[in-house]
């Protein structure tokens, strides 16, 4: 079986160098990782459209759930516009109906936006009560994956979802299974015919105690790590 393409999650420069040097096949550039990933900067942005390798962005522009107003439509719009314009591959969105299912008017009207660039269907997917439902209507819409749990809080925890969702996919889409993947974790999934993953294969790192009690963060904050990445790697050539 072949070793599946690794897409690494990354929200700062520190980030992105790390997932470049361990060496990720594919970066989902984000800003605001703990709350899931919303809209890169424009710097950002900037900066890895000098990556070596395709670099997608997230287009989300609040934390929360993916049911959106139309001033939100209209923003993710503009930035889809800022992502072509950076020479970035492709965008990752997602949006939703007040009952889960995936809204198909704001969807289509957000892939229309996105002519030229690569389409990922982000975790929004894992809130349909109807999954099957949900990935026909992906692939209508002409998305090129869909970054998925299988509605578990875990990969693994969703692995039988995973498979049954490959299963029906039958190579029309690619299912990239992402949440809680690592080193040590992703044996599990090694059993599936899986063509590329997602992984942040971030570390815990401290933050100043003076920052933390003025409230700009929590604790730690997590980033991308080479070591983390390679390891990654070799546990899925085993």
Same mark, same amino acid.
């Given at each position: 079986?072949?070793?599946?393409?690794?897409?690494?999650?990354?929200?700062?420069?520190?980030?992105?160098?790390?997932?470049?040097?361990?060496?990720?096949?594919?970066?989902?550039?984000?800003?605001?990782?703990?709350?899931?990933g919303l809209?890169?900067?424009?710097?950002?942005?900037?900066?890895?459209?000098?990556?070596?390798?395709?670099?997608?962005?997230?287009?989300?522009?609040?934390?929360?759930?993916?049911?959106? #107003?139309?001033?939100?439509?209209?923003?993710? @719009?503009?930035?889809?516009a800022?992502?072509?314009?950076?020479?970035?591959?492709?965008?990752? *969105?997602?949006a939703?109906?007040?009952d889960?299912?995936?809204?198909?008017?704001?969807?289509? #009207?957000?892939?229309?936006?996105?002519?030229?660039?690569?389409?990922?269907?982000?975790?929004? *997917?894992?809130?349909?009560?109807?999954?099957?439902?949900?990935?026909?209507?992906?692939?209508?819409?002409? *998305?090129?994956? @869909?970054?998925?749990?299988?509605?578990?809080?875990?990969? @693994?925890?969703?692995?039988?979802?995973?498979?049954?969702?490959?299963?029906?996919?039958?190579?029309?889409?690619?299912?990239?299974?992402?949440?809680?993947?690592?080193?040590?974790?992703v044996?599990?999934?090694?059993?599936?015919?899986?063509?590329?993953?997602?992984?942040?294969?971030?570390?815990?790192?401290?933050?100043?105690?003076?920052?933390?009690?003025?409230?700009? #963060?929590?604790?730690?904050?997590?980033?991308?790590?080479? @070591?983390?990445?390679?390891?990654?790697?070799?546990?899925l050539a085993?």
């Amino acid at each position: 079986m072949s070793v599946p393409l690794i897409e690494v999650c990354v929200d700062s420069a520190e980030g992105l160098a790390a997932a470049i040097d361990g060496g990720a096949d594919r970066i989902e550039l984000c800003a605001a990782l703990a709350l899931g990933g919303l809209t890169p900067s424009p710097g950002l942005m900037s900066l890895a459209a000098r990556a070596p390798v395709p670099v997608h962005a997230m287009i989300r522009p609040r934390e929360g759930d993916f049911v959106y #107003s139309a001033a939100e439509i209209g923003q993710m @719009v503009a930035d889809i516009a800022a992502v072509r314009q950076a020479g970035l591959a492709g965008v990752v *969105f997602g949006a939703c109906r007040p009952d889960g299912m995936l809204d198909q008017e704001v969807l289509a #009207s957000l892939v229309a936006a996105s002519t030229g660039l690569d389409l990922t269907l982000h975790r929004a *997917f894992d809130l349909a009560p109807d999954k099957d439902a949900a990935l026909e209507l992906a692939i209508d819409l002409g *998305f090129s994956r @869909v970054l998925t749990s299988g509605g578990a809080t875990t990969a @693994v925890a969703g692995a039988l979802t995973l498979a049954r969702l490959l299963e029906l996919a039958a190579g029309r889409i690619c299912i990239m299974p992402g949440s809680g993947i690592s080193a040590t974790t992703v044996g599990i999934l090694r059993q599936l015919p899986l063509r590329e993953i997602h992984a942040s294969c971030a570390t815990a790192i401290s933050v100043n105690p003076t920052a933390v009690s003025l409230g700009f #963060s929590g604790p730690m904050r997590r980033q991308t790590d080479r @070591v983390a990445l390679q390891a990654l790697r070799a546990a899925l050539a085993d």
